[in-house]
C-alpha cells in the first residue's frame, strides 16, 4: 500500500507534492515524509501521523524551496508506524533518497550482506536496505543511478514501486515498478514531470500519463523524452503516453463533509454511468463487448469462480445468486487470499470473474494469475481503468463508478452488482435459460433503479434519527436471506471498518444454530425483509429475535404492514425484483454506518489501520 508522490521541473515541488500525498492518503495515513532539493541541500522531514502532521513539522523543521522532490505517506508492513521508520529513507552517505511502496521479502538477507560491508541502519525498513543496496552497487566504477537500480532490483525479491533521488543528478529521478503501481505525469515538451501512485495528484497539471507495468524502469529527465527499460534484460521500451480521463472535480469532496458521503450520494449516476451504453432497453439489447467477444468461453463454461476481496467479494457473493438463478450455471465465490493458497482444481473449462474496485488488490492479482496459469479463462471487473487487475486478464469490464476515495466501499459495490447483473442478463438470454418477457421485464427494471437509488437516498435524515439510538452500541447483528444474505454482510463490514462497533452478518435462517445466544435488549439487529424475499420465513425469523427483546432496524418494501408492527425502526425501500434488490438494500446500511461513525467521531474516510487498496497479501 502507501501512496507515493514526485515533482521534477520549473515549479515549487513542495505544494505539488503535499497535495499530492493529500490526494493519496487512502492509500495509507499511518505517517508520511516529504524530501526536497533546493540545488544544494537535500531538505527532509518525516512524521508519524497523517499529511496535516507533516505540514506542520516542516514548517518548523526545513525550507521548502526546490523544484524536485519526493513525498510518501505510509501503511506500515516493516517496522511500525514512527518517524524512523517513515518515507523518504536516504542512503548512507546522505546522497540517495527513496520512497517506495510495497514489500521487500529478501530483505533481511540483503540487510546482513550490506552490514558486512560496513552499513549502518537507523529504521527498521526494508526500504532502507534497498537503497543501501542501490548505493553499494553505485559506488562500482562507472556505474549510473539507473543502473545501480537495475541491478539491485533483479537481486531483490518481492513487490516496489519506486521513486529515486541521486543529489548528483539533480535533475533526474529513477521510477521502477514491479506489482505495485506507479503512474508519471508528463508536462508540456517534457518541462515538467510528476510521479505518484495514481493520476489524482497530477490531474490539474497534465492529462498525460505513462503507467509503468510490471518490472519496468523509467529515467526521467527534465528536458528529455522518458526512457524506459525492462529491469531484467536492459530492454529498451516504448512509452505509450496515455490520456487521462479523470478530472478535478471527481477527486474533490464537492460540499461533502466526507468522500464516504459524497460517494454514497454518487451512486444514482454512478449507476447510470455503469449502465450508458450497455443496456439499450429499446432495442432489447445488452451490450459488453468484454463479454460479447468471448461469449463461446462464457456458454461453454462447466463453472464460473469468483475472486475478490472485502466488500468485491460480497458483489461476488451476490452474483452467485444472479447467476445461478439467470443463467443456471454453478457457481463458486472464493475470497483471493485462500484461493491462492489452497490449491484449487482449476480447469480450462472453468471461468474466472475477479472483481477489484482498486484493481490493485494483491491477494486477488495473484488468484488470477494462477487461474490464467492453470488455462482458465479470466474476466477482470475493475473500477480504476488501467490498474494492474485490468491489465492482467484475458477480457474484462470497467464500473464506471467514477474516482471512490473513501476506505469504506460504497458505489463500486453497486456499480459491481450493476455489470454483473448486466452480464447474467446477457448470458441467460444467450442460453435460453430466461423467457424474452422476463429477459424485456428485467431490462426495464434495471434502467430504474438510478432513480430509485435517488429516492432512497431521500431518507437519510431518518436513518440519521436511527444512528442516534444505537451509536453507543457496542454489537450489531446483520441478518438477511437470499440475494439480501451477502447485503448483510456488507452492511456489517461497513459498520465495522468506520465505526469500530463489532457486527456479524449471517443469513436470517441460521441465527437459532448459534448466533440468537447472542440477542439481549442490548442488541441492534437489522434484518432485511424485502417483500419477494423469503418474506414470511424472514418474518418469522423476526419475530423470534423479538421474542429475545432484541431492538429490531428493519429494511421492507414499501406498504409493508406485518414487519412495521413488530420492528422497532422501519426503513422502506421502493419496490423492486428480488435480483436487483441489493443495489437498493446496500444504500440504508452504508448510510446507517456512516452517520453512526460520524457521531462517534471516527475518522470515517480514513479509518484506522485501514487502506484503500491493500497491495500486499
Ligand atoms: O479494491 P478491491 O475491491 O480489490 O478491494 C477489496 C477490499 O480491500 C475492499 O473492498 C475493502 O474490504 C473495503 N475497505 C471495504 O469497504
Redo the contacts with the bound molecule.
Keep these: 500500500m502507501c501512496g507515493i508522490t514526485g515533482y521534477i521541473g520549473y515549479r515549487d515541488a513542495y505544494p505539488i507534492i503535499m497535495n499530492g500525498l493529500k490526494r493519496l492518503e487512502y492509500r495509507g495515513y499511518d505517517s508520511s515524509g516529504v524530501m526536497l532539493f533546493d540545488g544544494k541541500n537535500i531538505n527532509l522531514s518525516k512524521t508519524k501521523g497523517k499529511v496535516s502532521s507533516l505540514e506542520e513539522k516542516v514548517s518548523q523543521e526545513i525550507s521548502t524551496e526546490g523544484s524536485i522532490g519526493v513525498g510518501h505517506t505510509r501503511w506500515a508492513t516493516h517496522g511500525i508506524p514512527n518517524d524512523v521508520n517513515s518515507h523518504p529513507h536516504m542512503s548512507q552517505s546522505g546522497n540517495l533518497v527513496i520512497v517506495h511502496n510495497g514489500i521487500i521479502e529478501n530483505y533481511e538477507a540483503l540487510k546482513q550482506e550490506l552490514v558486512s560491508r560496513g552499513y549502518v541502519f537507523h529504521s527498521d525498513t526494508d526500504t532502507e536496505v534497498l537503497i543501501n543496496l542501490i548505493e553499494e552497487i553505485k559506488t562500482q566504477e562507472g556505474v549510473k543511478l539507473g543502473q545501480a537500480v537495475q541491478i539491485a532490483l533483479n537481486q531483490v525479491i518481492g513487490a516496489y514501486a519506486i521513486a529515486v533521488f541521486d543529489r548528483a543528478k539533480p535533475d533526474e529521478m529513477v521510477v521502477a515498478k514491479l506489482g505495485s503501481p506507479i503512474a508519471i505525469g508528463v508536462g508540456d515538451n517534457f518541462e515538467e514531470f510528476f510521479v505518484a501512485s495514481d493520476a489524482s495528484p497530477f490531474i490539474e497539471y497534465t492529462k498525460n500519463a505513462i503507467y509503468l507495468e510490471d518490472e519496468e524502469l523509467a529515467i526521467i529527465k527534465k528536458g528529455r523524452k522518458v526512457r524506459v527499460r525492462k529491469i531484467k534484460d536492459d530492454s529498451a521500451i516504448d512509452a505509450n503516453i496515455q490520456e487521462l480521463q479523470m478530472n478535478l472535480e471527481q477527486i474533490e469532496k464537492g460540499g461533502y463533509e466526507h468522500f464516504m458521503l459524497k460517494e454514497i450520494h454518487e451512486q444514482p449516476r454512478a449507476i447510470i454511468d455503469t449502465l450508458r451504453g450497455r443496456l439499450l432497453v429499446n432495442e432489447g439489447i445488452i451490450k459488453l463487448s468484454g463479454l460479447e467477444n468471448n461469449m463461446k468461453r462464457f456458454l461453454n463454461a462447466e463453472r464460473i469462480i469468483i475472486i475478490?476481496?472485502?466488500?468485491?467479494?460480497?458483489a461476488g457473493l451476490v452474483a452467485e445468486y444472479i447467476f445461478e438463478e439467470f443463467v443456471r450455471i454453478p457457481v463458486e465465490v472464493e475470497y483471493?487470499s485462500e484461493f491462492r493458497y489452497r490449491n484449487p482444481v482449476i480447469t480450462e473449462k472453468d471461468v474466472v470473474i475477479a472483481?477489484?474496485?482498486?484493481?490493485?488488490?494483491a491477494d486477488?492479482l495473484a488468484a488470477i494469475k494462477l487461474a490464467r496459469s492453470k488455462g482458465a479463462f479470466v474476466f477482470g471487473l475493475?473500477?480504476?481503468v488501467g490498474s494492474s487487475?485490468a491489465r492482467e486478464n484475458d477480457s474484462g469490464a470497467y464500473t464506471h463508478a467514477g474516482p471512490e476515495i473513501g476506505?469504506?466501499?460504497?458505489k463500486?459495490?453497486t456499480t459491481?452488482i450493476t455489470v454483473l447483473l448486466l452480464m447474467a442478463l446477457r448470458l441467460a438470454r444467450a442460453k435460453g435459460t430466461m423467457s424474452s418477457a422476463d429477459y424485456r421485464m428485467h431490462l426495464q427494471e434495471l434502467e430504474l433503479i438510478p432513480q430509485k437509488v435517488e429516492e432512497l437516498l431521500k431518507i437519510d435524515d431518518h436513518i440519521k434519527e436511527i444512528a442516534k439510538e444505537y451509536l453507543l452500541s457496542t454489537n450489531f447483528l446483520y441478518l438477511g436471506r437470499g440475494y439480501n444474505f451477502p447485503v448483510a454482510l456488507?452492511g456489517a463490514?461497513?459498520l465495522k471498518?468506520i465505526s469500530y462497533i463489532h457486527a456479524e452478518g449471517y443469513p436470517a435462517a441460521e441465527m437459532k444454530h448459534g448466533p440468537i445466544a447472542l440477542i439481549d435488549d442490548r442488541m441492534p439487529v437489522v434484518v432485511i425483509a424485502t417483500s419477494k424475499g423469503h418474506y414470511e420465513k424472514v418474518v418469522s425469523n423476526i419475530q423470534e429475535i423479538k421474542s429475545r427483546k432484541a431492538k429490531i432496524i428493519a429494511v421492507v418494501t414499501k406498504g409493508d404492514t406485518s414487519v412495521r408492527a413488530i420492528a422497532d425502526h422501519i426503513i422502506e425501500i421502493p419496490e423492486v425484483e428480488e435480483a436487483f434488490s441489493p443495489l437498493l438494500t446496500t444504500i440504508p446500511l452504508q448510510l446507517l454506518s456512516y452517520h453512526i461513525a460520524v457521531m462517534r467521531n471516527c475518522n470515517v474516510d480514513q479509518?484506522r489501520n485501514?487502506a484503500?487498496?491493500?497491495t500486499v497479501e
Excluded: D, R, Y
Excluded at 308 to 314: I, M, P, Q, Y
Design positions: 475478490a476481496c472485502g466488500t468485491s467479494w460480497h483471493a472483481i477489484s474496485q482498486s484493481g490493485e488488490t486477488t475493475c473500477n480504476v487487475i476506505v469504506a466501499s460504497t463500486a459495490f459491481q456488507e463490514l461497513k471498518e479509518p485501514l484503500k487498496s491493500v
